[in-house]
């Protein structure tokens, strides 16, 4: 008996839905996507093997490179209540707006005098080579440095609005001297701060 031959058929399939899904992902991700800020103070991190992330929020970031200092924090509110404590310190008043537009720093590093300039000026020209000359980090007299009272003002706003201790990270350039870097801990002990994280750059494994 012969065989009955089945008639082979294209097969096709409809890709409409997958590229719809596709390019709803992909809008998803550029939409929440958040952009990276240029940095104020580019430094070149040492390199190190150790893979530890550090948190998105509750610490703070002192960046030491060219003799200068810079400061940030996380977190909008965070950053609006440091101001007001520092406003408080040195009586100095900020308006609403100065107050939104500092929030959205992500560091800085000039004195408190000079704050008023920097956070009217736009992102590009803020972070200008030059134009921030850190914050300073001596005493003067029985007075703290500024630095030290940035350090205790977020700490106090962190625990204020968070209730957690503010964590503290380093980020030095590799070819900073150490005076400079002596200095800031000595700013952190004054507070009874001995436990920091160093941020570094990762290298491949030594063989």
């Known amino acids: 008996m012969p065989r009955i031959k089945v008639a082979r058929k294209s097969t096709a399939i409809d890709m409409t839905a997958m590229c719809d899904v596709a390019f709803l992902l992909l809008t998803f ?3 929440t996507a958040t952009a990276r800020q240029p940095e104020p103070l580019p430094v070149d991190t040492p390199a190190s093997t150790v893979k530890f992330k550090l948190p ?3 610490i703070a970031t002192l960046t030491v490179g060219q003799e200068k200092v810079f400061f940030g924090v ?9 101001l007001e404590l520092m406003s408080e310190k040195y009586q100095m008043t900020f308006t609403d707006e100065e107050k939104l537009r500092f929030s959205l720093m992500e560091s800085f590093g000039v004195p408190i005098g ?3 300039q920097i ?5 590009d020209e803020r972070n200008a080579a030059g134009l921030q000359p850190g914050i300073p980090t001596d005493s003067v007299g029985q007075r703290p440095s500024e630095l030290h009272n940035w350090l205790l003002s977020a700490r106090y706003a962190t625990k204020e609005l968070n209730n957690v201790d503010m964590r503290v990270s380093i980020k030095g350039d590799s070819r900073e001297e150490y005076p400079s870097i002596k200095k800031i801990l000595g700013i952190l002990q004054e507070q009874n701060i ?3 994280s160093l ?3 990762l290298r491949a494994d030594e063989k």
């Open 119 to 123: 956070i009217m000026l736009k992102g």
């Open 56 to 58: 998105d929020i509750d």
């Open 114 to 116: 000079n704050l008023k």
């Open 74 to 82: 996380p977190g909008q509110p965070i950053r609006i209540r440091t």
């Open 199 to 201: 941020i570094t750059s």
């Open 29 to 31: 991700f550029i939409l």
């Open 194 to 196: 001995n436990k920091f």
